[in-house]
């Protein structure tokens, strides 16, 4: 069974951080590339950041970069995102998601798909 369990989320101030989780199972981690997608009330999905597995390249939204960072730990099947100088506008549920063939790191390109996790970001 395919699994993408988030973790991390939460309450926390303007210019503070969180660090998000993203446990990966039931599928090759090596052979996908993984990341975050989030979504606000009323707005579409979109990408904010992902990582390759296999060669590490990454990928950031422009909103997020130098801001947040993305890593992995291949032996634990796990991805991470640190997310610092957190603003009110990224207030939104983050999705962690895997995709064999990304290209474009876009919503329909991704196979895999994590629960969610709320972060708000109060001003």
């Known amino acids: 069974e395919v699994q993408l369990v988030e973790s991390g989320g939460g309450l926390v101030q303007a210019g503070g951080s969180l660090r998000l989780s993203c446990a990966a199972s039931g599928f090759t981690f090596d052979d996908y590339a993984i990341g975050w997608f989030r979504q606000a009330p009323g707005k579409e999905r979109e990408g904010v950041s992902c990582?390759?597995?296999?060669?590490?390249?990454?990928y950031y939204a422009d909103s997020v970069k130098g801001r947040f960072t993305i890593s992995n730990d291949n032996a634990k099947n796990t991805v991470y995102l640190q997310m610092n100088s957190l603003k009110p506008e990224d207030t939104a549920v983050y999705y962690c998601?895997?995709?064999?063939?990304?290209?474009?790191?876009?919503?329909?390109?991704?196979?895999?798909w994590g629960q969610g996790t709320q972060v708000t970001v109060s001003s």
């Open positions: 990582i390759s597995s296999s060669d590490g390249s990454t």
């Open positions: 998601a895997a995709a064999y063939t990304p290209g474009l790191w876009v919503p329909e390109g991704c196979d895999y």
